[in-house]
């Protein structure tokens, strides 16, 4: 631990490992998202202007089997999943990066990277289109995780050491072309035609957006080694002092395993939110300190649904005694000593929500003893917080979320089951019960039509209430 010192004074680059948009995202690949968001959020909050560089590994072995697997160009599956990406990030609240680069859009930053290692005898040619990182080459090799090189696990290809790889640790800059790989997914080089390596991509886009030194280095707690540790050894064999700082986020994890669709334990953002409001989502996510690992049960979302709607329901009763509060304000209030302590105890969100729930007590017990002074207050500084941490029920994120998707869900229960009762008397030819129904579905603005499919509702306009 150590007290962060932006290295510009008033500024803060952060470069954050994105999405490898091989699949649509579950659950614990927006974990990073938000929990970044939640830093963003609080350096901003302090008066800090914030560079957000999150990336998009849209080159990748996976990329490639899958979209063959699917018959589609690879390019197409990136794109689609992408998009993917993008709407659960913006469903979950989460803001957008100041730059989002694509790793094939920064190929000759890439090539650049990796002609200046070779130039200094940090990487070797193995073969055409083959570059390799010789990590014996750089002292500092481990530094990061900590631990020596014959410690380490072998680096994860497919070349046999003894030919032309010098060492098992060493790690691929660049890839030739694989047998029945599409043309489109190679690029030429002064070492052969080939794709880059994943630890190459993100080195080079992170020295083109924040420059050959930056402030925070971010991603998931699975990337520290190989992929943190090679990015640091690359950047640093080049020249470029990198990152001065390193977050991790913890995991998403079912049963204590990893979430991850080879584990077949994958909940898909996009089926979660049918079911689910979005801020309960983020919240249940955010909850946590985001170094810990996030542990996913029935409960997760339920506990989650309970917190927001006490919350959310106290704001909702506080607008209405004490009136709106503009959002100026929220962003301009005093937040208490106790949350600003814990939020610049290295995020420590769980403290900083102690101090929430401290202030909606005090709300409750004004609003009920009729001190609306009291109350405007906490409403206030409860918004003020939670603003902080994405999670502000009178923000026009979440304004809405309050009851009414909740009502929408309840309505559109109830009316099915009142078709489905509808149904079942017409079949037996009870045309009264049918008809009462009906009327009843009628008198409540709800409006019945009939076709060969089946019964269709909708609500009656407004001018029919």
Known sequence: MRDFVPRVDGEVGIYLCGATVQAPPHVGHVRSGVAFDVLVRWLRRKGLRVTLVRNVTDIDDKI???SAE?????????MTNERAFTAAYDALGVLPPTYEPRATGHVPAMIDLMRTLVDTGHAYQAGPGDVYFDVRSFKDYGALTRQPVDDMVPAPDDAPVGGAKRDVHDFALWKAPKPGEPETASWDTPFGRGRPGWHLECSAMAARYLGPE???HGGGL???FPHHENELAQSRAAGQPFARYWLHNGWVTQGGAKMSKSLGNGLLVDVVLRDVRAVVLRWALTAVQYRSMLEWTDDTLREAEA?????????????ERTGEVPDEDVAAAPLPDEFVAAMDDDLNVPAALAVVHETLRAGNTALASGDLPGARD??????????VLGLDPGSPQWRSAGTDERY??????????QLEARAAARAARDFATADAIRDRL??????VEDSPAGARWTLAPRSED
């Not at 929408?408 to 089951?417: G, H, K, N, S």
Request: hydrophobic letters at 60%.
């Open 378 to 387: 906490a409403l206030v500084t409860l918004r003020a917080m939670l603003d």
């Open 442 to 447: 009628t008198a409540a603005g709800v409006v």
């Open 408 to 417: 929408a869900r309840a309505l559109d229960e109830l009316v099915e089951a």
């Open 307 to 319: 917190t927001w709607d006490r919350l959310a329901g106290f704001v909702e009763r506080a607008v």
């Open 70 to 78: 699917a018959g589609v160009e690879w390019w197409s599956w990136a």
């Open 222 to 224: 699975d990337l520290r």
């Open 64 to 66: 490639l089997a899958k």
């Open 214 to 216: 930056f402030d925070i």
